[in-house]
């Protein structure tokens, strides 16, 4: 991974907003390569936003509207790699883990210098800002990896937008105008060859399409439709391991997957782009963030039990039940396995399930411990 830190022209003041990510509204198209010859390659470009936690605002809201690649060559053609009507992304959702914005994989290979990003509005719940107007100098922000970045034809890369919040976004009033501006430092990642995981942050959406890549009449995977159309497609691998969990709560094979149907997934991108599934859930997810306050206990029907405190601003107030089934995966860090042992009163989890309203519990597919958050 090369870590740069990014450059900015003088009318950039405010380009640490952009490393913002959230699960809002999103409308319009996707983006689109731009013109090129027969002859022209292509490699996959993706879009990562990161942040880092701050204690002083509750939310920081930004609506985008495109991202534009600019080629090196003053002769090039500037490339569209994103493109809504107006999406709504929440910076402070991103805290500990990666979000993948969009994965383009018609981007010509070739040398380029900047990355552009539109941004129609900008707002703020909790700090110095609440109840005042966001002052946005510019609905371009441009920002220069020091030393530009080469997509490779056949090879995909990532451009990890990160800002660290509470270093970096320095919201203050602007004098007595009754606005505030925005002073940032923002650095970028480039990513290549490495895997990346996606656990914490979900892909939802519906299945458009199952794929049985080995032509044996068994389902290896499917292509993801996100749920709002301009992040795009995701091609989803199946592996031996994927567990799939049904609308009732029931482990299932691969054969329950169907076209138009509702599913989020966890897993890991691999370094080609595809994303390999350590979870399918039919349906409705329920995802709770809290700390373990119950040991686990042994329960009628061969499952165990633990009771999690779900953190402030989660769905549940109080005590929440979870079942643990021999299936379900207990993993911490991008992917290392976990046992019940590991599941201690104290440590902070994230489980992922169905809530069961007979029995008061929720259902758990997956659980990540976050040892040391």
Not at 38 to 66: C, F, K, S
Not at 123 to 141: A, F, N, R
Not at 222 to 251: M, Q, S
Not at 269 to 278: N, Q, S, V
């Amino acid at each position: 991974m090369k870590k740069v830190y990014a450059v900015w022209l003088p009318l950039l003041v405010m380009l640490g907003i952009l490393s913002v990510v959230g699960f809002y509204a999103c409308s319009g198209g996707g983006g689109g390569a731009a013109d090129v010859s027969a002859e022209q390659r292509y490699g996959t470009v993706g879009i990562l936003m990161a942040d880092d936690p701050t204690d002083v605002y509750n939310h920081i809201w930004i609506t985008l509207t495109d991202i534009t690649l600019v080629p090196a060559q003053a002769d090039g053609k500037e490339v569209v790699i994103f493109q809504s009507d107006g999406y709504k992304l929440d910076l402070l959702s991103l805290r500990d883990e990666d979000f993948l914005l969009t994965l383009h994989d018609r981007i010509p290979a070739g040398a380029y210098e900047k990355i552009r990003l539109g941004v129609s509005d900008i707002k703020t719940e909790g700090g110095p800002c609440d109840y005042l107007e966001v002052k946005l100098p510019s609905d371009k922000i441009d920002f220069e990896p020091e030393g530009g970045f080469v997509v490779e034809p056949d090879e995909t890369i990532y451009l990890k937008l990160d800002i660290d919040a509470n270093k970096s976004v320095n919201i203050h009033t602007a004098g007595n105008s009754g606005k505030c501006i925005f002073r940032p430092v923002v650095f970028v990642d480039i990513i290549k060859g490495e895997p990346i995981c996606f656990w914490r942050h979900a892909f939802r959406g519906t299945i458009v399409a199952v794929l049985d890549t080995d032509l044996d009449g068994l389902t290896d995977g499917f292509v993801l439709e996100r749920d709002n159309t301009c992040l795009g497609t995701l091609e989803i691998k199946l592996a031996e391991d994927t567990v799939i969990f049904n609308e009732n709560g029931e482990f299932v094979g691969p054969e329950a997957l169907a076209i138009d149907q509702d599913v989020t997934v966890r897993g890991v991108m691999d370094p080609e782009g595809f994303l390999w599934a350590k979870a399918v859930i039919l349906g409705q997810t329920l995802v709770l963030k809290g700390s373990v306050d119950g040991e686990v206990m042994d329960a009628e029907g061969g499952y165990h039990t633990f009771s999690l405190q779900p953190d402030l601003g989660e769905e549940f107030v109080g005590p929440v039940k979870v079942i643990v089934y021999d299936q379900t995966l207990i993993r911490s860090g991008c992917d290392t396995q976990e046992t019940l042992e590991d599941i201690i009163i104290g440590v902070q989890a994230v489980v992922a399930g169905k809530y069961d309203t007979q029995e008061e519990a929720l259902k758990s597919v997956g659980i990540l411990l976050l040892r040391g958050q």
